[in-house]
C-alpha cells in the first residue's frame, strides 16, 4: 500500500509559495477596489450582508472557486470545506453530510438529517436529494452550529445554503466542456439575461458523466461512477418598479452506481484466542469458502480478484447497486418593495422526487441462497426498493429596510412533506415457509411517512450604542407526524394489496397525529472594535423532530416516535479586514451539545452479510473546537488562502451503546459468557444488557464521535499573469487538503481508525482578458497519494478456510474509494459570448 502523505511545514510552504484558491469566504463578483480582496455577500439572516458583518461562523465558496477546483456534486463540496465531513453509506440515499463533526446517519425514511441543505430559500425535504450534480451555482454558502431559528427543524446542526446564478444586464451566452483522462466528461450551456424593462430570464442545460472508479469482471462495465442531466429555468416579470416575480422550474435525472465494494484484504486468523495471541496473516483463495459451504469456492466467488491487493479495483457483480433518480420541483418568488424599502415576500414551492435503489448483498455474481428445501444454491441476495417523496412549502417573510440602527426580518413558514418507502431484500417465496431468520433475512415492507410543519420566526438587530450591536431571534414551531407500516416476507409480492397471511403473518404499524412543539432562538453580542475589526459571541439553540424507526426491523415496541432531537450551542468569534483590504481573519471557538441524538447503528451478524440497523437515541453527545479561515493578497495578482478546523466530538452520555468483535474474548467451560463475565466474542467492555442475555452492550460515556478528524486544513494560492506579446492571461494555482487520523464506528473499536493523509491538486491555463474563452488544465492528487476513506466498507466477510461452518475463520476486508484516490488529469474549455 502506497503511505498517505502527510502535511509537512516543507509542504505548506510551498503550497503558500505557489498558488491556488481556497474554497471559503473567497471572492464574489461584485465592487471592489483594485488592489483589494474582492467583497464577499451571505444571506444567512435572510437579507444580503456582507460576510465580515455577520456575528456567526460563515465560510463560503464562490463561483470562481467552483469553477477553478471543477466542483460538480456535493461530495466535491465536503472535500474542500474543512468544517464538513461525509458518512458514505450503502447507497447514496444513506449518505450523510456532518457539520462539526455532527450530522445522522441513518437507512430510513423516518429520520431526519441534523444538517439542512436549502436551494434558493427552498429547503429540500430530505438530505440525500442533495447527492446530484450542482448545476448553475453562484456560491456556496456553509452556515455553522444551530440554524434553526431562521431555517427551522432539521438545521439542528447547520445548514448550507446554495445560491444559484442571478439574472443581470444584457444576455449572455455561456458553455463549458470538461474530459478527465478516466472518461468523465460534462457539457453544459446557459443562457441569460434582461429581455426588455419587464422580462429577464436565464435558462441551463447540463450532462455528466463518471464510469467508475470499480471495473465490474462480470459484465465489464465501470461502476462506482455517476452522472446525470440537469435542465434549469429562471423566469422574471416586473409588472412595475416595486413588484418582480420570479418562476424556477427545475428538473434532475442522475444515476449513481455508488456504494459497490472491493475486497482489498484476506487474512487468516490463527493462533489461540484463549491464550490471546490471534494473528492474521494473508491467505490466498484456494481452500477457502464463503460461509463455509463447499459448494461456494473462494475461487469462484472472487475469480480473477487480488484479494490482497489493497488497491484492488476488481469486483464481480450480478445485480447492480446505486440509485435512479429524478427530481422535478418549481418555485414561485413574489417580492414587493414597499414605500419605506422593506420588502414582503411570498415563497412558494412544490417538487416530488422518485428513485429506485440497489444493492448486491452477497458481493459477487454466483447464487447464493438456496431455496425451495434444496441445498444447492440458486438465487442471489439482492435488495431493492423504491422512493417518492412529495414536498410542498409556503413562506411569507417581510425583511426591513438596510438602513437605520434597527433591522428585522419576521415570517410565517408552512410544509408539507410525505414519503413513500418500498423496500425488498433477500429471497422468499410464497407459500414457501421463512422468516427474518433466514439466511437473506427476507423482508418486504411498504412504508410512508408524514409531517406538516407550522412556524412563526423572527430576528432582529440593533445598534442600542455606536460600536456595540445586540441580535436576536426566535422560532415557534408545531409539527404534526405519522407513519404506516406493513410488512411481509414473501418477496414475490410487489404490491401492497397483495400482502396475505401466510406462515409468518402480515405485521402492520402505524402512529398517527403526533404533535409536537418547539420554540427555537439565538443571541448575539456584537463589538465593532475598529471599523475592520469586530469581535462577537453568540448562543443559539435547534430543534430537529420526532423520528421513526420504520425499517426492515420495526418491532410493536417502536410503535412510537422517537423523541425530538435539540442543541444548545456557544461560539465566541472575530473577523477582520485589515492593510486596505488585503487580509481578512475570522475566528471562532464554539461548543454545542445535543440531547436525545437521533442516530442509526448498523451491524452484521456472523454468517450473515446483510447489513442491519436499529435506531437510537444517545442522550448526549458534543463537540467544540476551533476554526479558522485566512485570506490574503499577498502581491498584485496573487491570492494566498487558508482554513483550519480543530474538531473534537464526542459521546458525554451513553450507557448503552453497541460493542465491537474481539476475538480474544471467548467463552470458557462452554458458557456464553467469557471469564471476566463479558460478552464472549465482543470486547471485553461489553456486557449483557439483562442478566442472561445474549445482547452486548458497552457504557460509551466520555468516549469519541466517530467520522470526523481532529485537524482538517485547507491550504492554497492563485496566480495570474501577462503572457508576452501574446493578448493572453495565464494562471497556475495549487491547493492542498489534510486531515488527520480518525474513528469510523460509533462503538469505538480501535481498528476502525483511519490513517492521515494529504492531496495536492495543481491547475493552470489561459484565459482571454475579457473572459471570452478559457482553457484549462488541472491534476487531481499530484502526488499520487493512496488513502482509504472508509475502512468498515461493508463486503463478503463470512469466508472460512474449509468447507464447513467451524473451519477457521478468514477475514475479508473491503473499500470504497474517493473520486481522486488515484491521480487524475482534466482539461476544461469555457467559453462566454
Known amino acids: 500500500m502506497k503511505k498517505p502523505i502527510l502535511l509537512t511545514p516543507m509542504a505548506s510552504a510551498l503550497a503558500l509559495a505557489l498558488l491556488s484558491m481556497n474554497v471559503h469566504a473567497q471572492q464574489e463578483e461584485s465592487s471592489s477596489k483594485p488592489g483589494t480582496l474582492e467583497t464577499v455577500v451571505v444571506t444567512a439572516n435572510k437579507r444580503v450582508e456582507k460576510l465580515e458583518s455577520v456575528p456567526m461562523a460563515i465560510s463560503v465558496m464562490s463561483e470562481q472557486e467552483i469553477q477553478r477546483t471543477n466542483i460538480r456534486e456535493i461530495e466535491d463540496v465536503v472535500a474542500m470545506m474543512p468544517s464538513l465531513t461525509l458518512n458514505s453509506g450503502t447507497t447514496a440515499a444513506n449518505n450523510a453530510i456532518f457539520m462539526r463533526g455532527i450530522g445522522t446517519v441513518s437507512v430510513g425514511i423516518g429520520v431526519e438529517s441534523d444538517v439542512a441543505v436549502i436551494i434558493d430559500d427552498i429547503p429540500i425535504a430530505t438530505q440525500f436529494q442533495a447527492f446530484k450534480d450542482l448545476a448553475d451555482v453562484s456560491r456556496i454558502e456553509v452556515l455553522k452550529g444551530p440554524q434553526s431559528t431562521l431555517f427551522g427543524k432539521s438545521a439542528v446542526a447547520g445548514a448550507v445554503n446554495i445560491v444559484t446564478k442571478p439574472i443581470s444586464g444584457p444576455m449572455v451566452y455561456r458553455a463549458s466542456t470538461y474530459l478527465t483522462n478516466d472518461n468523465e466528461w460534462r457539457v453544459n450551456a446557459s443562457a441569460g439575461g434582461q429581455l426588455d424593462e419587464h422580462f429577464a430570464m436565464r435558462l441551463y442545460a447540463g450532462k455528466s458523466r463518471l464510469p467508475g472508479t470499480f471495473h465490474n469482471l462480470t459484465d465489464g462495465k465501470d461502476v462506482n461512477g455517476s452522472g446525470g442531466k440537469t435542465f434549469m429555468a429562471k423566469l422574471q416579470w416586473n409588472p412595475i418598479d416595486t413588484v418582480q416575480v420570479d418562476l424556477t422550474p427545475r428538473y434532475n435525472f442522475q444515476e449513481n452506481s455508488r456504494g459497490v465494494t472491493a475486497v482489498n484484504g484476506f487474512n487468516l486468523r490463527t493462533g489461540s484466542a484463549a491464550a490471546g495471541n490471534v494473528v492474521s496473516t494473508p491467505i490466498g483463495l484456494n481452500g477457502v469458502y464463503l460461509n463455509g459451504n463447499p459448494l461456494l469456492p473462494a475461487t469462484s466467488v472472487l475469480a480473477g480478484i487480488n484479494a490482497n491487493d489493497p488497491n484492488n479495483r476488481n469486483v464481480r457483480r450480478d445485480f447492480p447497486t446505486g440509485l435512479i433518480s429524478s427530481d422535478r420541483g418549481v418555485g414561485l418568488k413574489v417580492s414587493w418593495t414597499l414605500p419605506n424599502d422593506a420588502q414582503l415576500m411570498s415563497i412558494t414551492s412544490w417538487s416530488k422526487y422518485l428513485a429506485n435503489d440497489f444493492r448486491d448483498q452477497d458481493f459477487t455474481d454466483v447464487p447464493t441462497i438456496a431455496v425451495a428445501g434444496s441445498t444447492i444454491p440458486t438465487v442471489g441476495n439482492n435488495q431493492f426498493g423504491t422512493y417518492d417523496i412529495r414536498s410542498k412549502t409556503q413562506e411569507f417573510r417581510y425583511v426591513s429596510p438596510d438602513t437605520g440602527n434597527f433591522k428585522y426580518v419576521a415570517g410565517l413558514w408552512l410544509a408539507h412533506n410525505e414519503i413513500y418507502r418500498h423496500f425488498i431484500r433477500g429471497y422468499c417465496v410464497a407459500p414457501t415457509v421463512c422468516n427474518a431468520n433466514s439466511p437473506s433475512s427476507p423482508t418486504n415492507y411498504y412504508t410512508d411517512i408524514y409531517n406538516t410543519n407550522k412556524a412563526v420566526f423572527g430576528q432582529a438587530s440593533w445598534e442600542f450604542m455606536p460600536t456595540w450591536t445586540l441580535t436576536g431571534g426566535l422560532r415557534v414551531n408545531e409539527e404534526i407526524s405519522g407513519y404506516h407500516y406493513k410488512r411481509n416476507y414473501f418477496t414475490n409480492q410487489l404490491d401492497e394489496a397483495s400482502f396475505t397471511p401466510g406462515p409468518v403473518g402480515v405485521d402492520q404499524f402505524q402512529s398517527t397525529g403526533n404533535t409536537d412543539h418547539a420554540t427555537t432562538g439565538k443571541i448575539s453580542l456584537q463589538k465593532q472594535i475598529t471599523p475592520e475589526w469586530m469581535v462577537y459571541s453568540q448562543v443559539s439553540t435547534g430543534y430537529k423532530g420526532e423520528a421513526y424507526d420504520v425499517t426492515s426491523g420495526l418491532k410493536a415496541s417502536a410503535a412510537f416516535p422517537v423523541r425530538p432531537e435539540t442543541s444548545q450551542s456557544f461560539e465566541l468569534g472575530t473577523k477582520a479586514n485589515l492593510f486596505n483590504s488585503r487580509l481578512s481573519v475570522a475566528a471562532t471557538y464554539f461548543k454545542s451539545d445535543f440531547f436525545n441524538y437521533q442516530q442509526n447503528v448498523t451491524y452484521v451478524l456472523p454468517n450473515d452479510p446483510t447489513i442491519y440497523s436499529q435506531l437510537n437515541s444517545i442522550p448526549n453527545i458534543a463537540t467544540h473546537g476551533f476554526e479558522l479561515d485566512v485570506n490574503a493578497l499577498a502581491a498584485k495578482d496573487l491570492t494566498i488562502n487558508g482554513a483550519l478546523a480543530f474538531t473534537l466530538p464526542t459521546i ?182
Open 652 to 833: 458525554e452520555k451513553w450507557a448503552n451503546g453497541p460493542c465491537f468483535a474481539d476475538s480474544t474474548n471467548v467463552a470458557v467451560g462452554g458458557t456464553k459468557l467469557a471469564a471476566n463475565g463479558s460478552i464472549a466474542g465482543q470486547n471485553t467492555a461489553c456486557f449483557p444488557i439483562s442478566p442472561g442475555s445474549t445482547t452486548g452492550v458497552q457504557n460509551l460515556n466520555n468516549t469519541v464521535f466517530p467520522g470526523t478528524s481532529k485537524i482538517r486544513l485547507n491550504i492554497g494560492a492563485n496566480y495570474e499573469f501577462g503572457i508576452p506579446k501574446m493578448p493572453l492571461k495565464g494562471f497556475v494555482n495549487v491547493n492542498v487538503r489534510y486531515q488527520s487520523k480518525y474513528n469510523t464506528n460509533i462503538n469505538n473499536d480501535p481498528n476502525s481508525v483511519n490513517d492521515p493523509y494529504s492531496i495536492t491538486d495543481l491547475g493552470f491555463g489561459v484565459r482571454d482578458p475579457q473572459d471570452k474563452y478559457k482553457v484549462s488544465f488541472r491534476v487531481n492528487n499530484l502526488f499520487d497519494r493512496f488513502y482509504i476513506p472508509n475502512a468498515n466498507a461493508s463486503g463478503p466477510s463470512s469466508f472460512r478456510a474449509g468447507p464447513t461452518a467451524t473451519s477457521p475463520q478468514v477475514s475479508a476486508s473491503s473499500w470504497v474509494p474517493p473520486r481522486d484516490v488515484f491521480r487524475y488529469f482534466s482539461v476544461k474549455l469555457d467559453v462566454k459570448f
